[in-house]
């Protein structure tokens, strides 16, 4: 009986060395809800995934960057490219896996034609989404900006602005909740989704599958080939992912692959 207890003892504490932990930052809607997907596959893989929602775009680099957390998903390459060269980090995208059509919104007007002389409209107060939303302004035609390549303008760079539409720069997660204090709001799919915002449904303009955007499992130089992350990977990747998010989103969540 003692040496069946003991290698019993012995499975129990191998079964448990096994299990490779991974904690990942994530936006709510809908990297996290994709993760939650994932979870129960990768735990029969020998992958436990601890899942970190934060409600900024901050945060989830910085925390990766230190080594509190190994991974992160909420950013597209224009994001990460900002962040890493101001702050002399080195994050590694690791795989693309879903693209969130950036939209325009308003609680005040139905078109964007109704919108006035003058009217105020709200950007994300980071530079590669403002930038975005910038060229998604200027393909819907309201404003022309100098250069549609430069995936970073700033109000400074609109050429012309027939409206003379008056910018507001404010953090992202913030702007569906100022969305009733301004005539149009450039919103983020993620944080759209979590305000109740259907992109398909009530954005006035809206980014196409086409976007160059696409959202990235991110993690560092020195653990982004681990066993653990290239089951995350391979997860996000997978045919079932894919199907999950077309179920569930209906199009205001694009897969990229």
Do not use: C
């Amino acid at each position: 009986m003692k040496k069946i207890a003991i290698a019993l003892a012995a499975l129990a504490i191998s079964g448990f060395a096994a299990a490779e932990k991974l904690s990942v930052a994530a936006t709510a809607v809908p990297h996290a809800e994709i993760l939650e997907f994932v979870k129960p596959g990768l735990a029969k893989q020998g992958v436990e995934l601890e899942i970190k929602v934060f409600t900024d775009y901050v945060q989830p680099n910085v925390q990766v960057a230190e080594k509190r957390l190994d991974a992160n998903f909420f950013q597209h390459k224009p994001y990460l490219s900002e962040f890493n060269k101001g702050k002399g980090a080195n994050l590694q995208a690791v795989v693309a896996v879903h693209v969130e059509p950036f939209g325009a919104y308003s609680a005040k007007h139905k078109a964007l034609a109704e919108l006035p002389s003058g009217a105020t409209v709200a950007i994300p107060n980071d530079p590669s989404n403002a930038g975005r939303a910038l060229l998604l302004l200027d393909r819907a035609g309201l404003i022309k900006l100098k250069s549609t390549d430069n995936i970073l303008a700033t109000p400074r760079d609109i050429a012309d602005n027939p409206k003379q539409l008056k910018f507001r720069e404010i953090e992202a997660a913030t702007l569906p909740r100022i969305l009733p204090q301004v005539d149009l709001a450039l919103i983020n799919t993620n944080y759209a989704l979590e305000a109740k915002l259907n992109p398909v449904k009530n954005a006035l303009a809206i980014e196409d599958a086409r976007s160059p955007y696409a959202n990235w499992l991110v993690a560092r130089a020195d653990n982004k080939d681990s066993a653990a992350l290239k089951k995350l990977a391979a997860a996000l990747n997978s045919a079932e992912v894919k199907q999950f998010i077309a179920s569930k989103y209906s199009g205001a969540v694009v897969p990229a692959f």
